[in-house]
């Protein structure tokens, strides 16, 4: 911004101020207006939506699908969109890093003096944009609900295995035939053609970046979860 | 003889625009002075103000003009300060009752959700107000981002907006861990991992959350201390240096009305 845009600037804000009216009681009412809202929205949403405690925590039967609070949604659909392995510390860390430092670093790259939105195309377009992408992240990421239901036929020996499965959040990030995320760990639906029943193992016990360590689930529990997923080879 | 009761201008008192304020061009500032020694001694308001010429900047900070046209976009930022107002009240209540270790959090938790009187609503009020927070502070954003208030000369408020909307996320974070159920356990599991995959500082990071080998006992009590100390006493303190640029710069107009220019326009340089 030039010299001359910033006095400019100060010139006509001395001017539109001069004309506005006093803070108190003017804008005050309005705040405390505002402020009345907030608290009845937060009295009901307490009231109506109560604070349910959910099952103690238990870190052996990881029966529980890892869900983050609503509003990380997006940043957790963005490690189901980006699904190649070596691309996943981009998504959890570069993405997120790189947004949050265009977004400081804003008023120092945008420095056209032109305030109104619609004088500002790429700006606006960009915001709008942004917003549209979160919240598409965000219902995407709360569709995908709380899944601990597999509806592959399986044979019975590997039914118990499948169950473990399914309550065990796997799906959260893995998709097992037509349920699951599709991300951000790969599909499992052919696992077993893919690696032998000892490497399923290893990884549940010495899980990859981004995966829960399972190796606490009770021995039988674990037997019958990896002979389930060394048997969907794809047959 | 120097003037004992001399003080430095305040911020209040500049941006006041002659409304209500002590006017403080140097000349008057002796006089003021003595003024105030004189009227001060009436009552308990006259004691403070003699002492901390709180009245002038309260006065200015009221009585200073918001400029035409401000609407109600203009109200997300102090409904962001009073969501945040209303997180701290209820949070002393809850750590009124809360104990942060693993075998105890829980329970603690449910003592109050069930025998406490209002434990619930107040919990309630707590965990909504977070998501209230979050929507406002994203929504005060919004309105500063497209209402192009982030330029000249108001670019470092926006940069400490940033750093309170980051701080704001890690205070949800923080927070969800703290129930100490199935839930928040294997949301923190995946939170720390992901950490972990960060560059250079990633693995030193999650450990240092984690504070041992599995989120456990010292995890909990870390995030407690963040989460009830370090990050609300970072987003006061910020909040304070926001609401000081605010005072000191006014808020922007809306970018729509562009003033007709003066007859006469002086030369003036001065913000605010
Ligand atoms: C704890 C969070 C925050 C609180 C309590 C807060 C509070 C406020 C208040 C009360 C104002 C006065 C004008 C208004 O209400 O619109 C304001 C202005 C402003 N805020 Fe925030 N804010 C917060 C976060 C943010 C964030 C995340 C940003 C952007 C990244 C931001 C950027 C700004 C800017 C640029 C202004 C000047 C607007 C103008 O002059 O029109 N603030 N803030």
Redesign the pocket.
Known sequence: MKQSDKEQYLIEYEVLKKKGKPFFPYAVAKDSAMALVVVLVIVVMSLVLGAEQGPKVDPTTTTYVPRPEWYFFFLFELLRVIKPPELVPLATIGIPTICMVL?LLLPFYDRNPERRPQRRPIATTAGILTIIAMAYLTFLGAAAGTPTEIDLEVAAEYEPGKQVAAQSGCLACHKIGENGNDGPGPELTEIGARLPREAIARSLRNPPQGMPNFSGLPAEKFDDLTLFLASLDGE | MPNPLKRPSRPGERSANGAGANGSNGASRGAQGVEAAKEGGGGLVGWVDERSGATGFLTGMMFRKVPKGTNWF?????A??FA?TAQAITGVFLAMYYTPSPTEAYESITHLTNDVWMGEFVRGMHKWGATVMICL?FL??G??FF?G??KYP?EL??VI??V??IL?LVMGLTGYLLPFDQRSYWATVVANNITATGPVVGPYLADFLRAGPEVGATTIQRFYAIHMLLVPGL?AAL?GA??YL?VK????APPWLKAERPKNARKKTEVG
Do not use: D, K, P, Q
């Open positions: 977004l | 203009y109200t997300l930022g102090s962001t300060l945040f502070i005060h954003m309105r500063t209402f208030a982030y108001r408020n926006w907006g940033v309170l909307l704001t987003i909040i926001h609401m605010v710069l006014g808020t922007t």
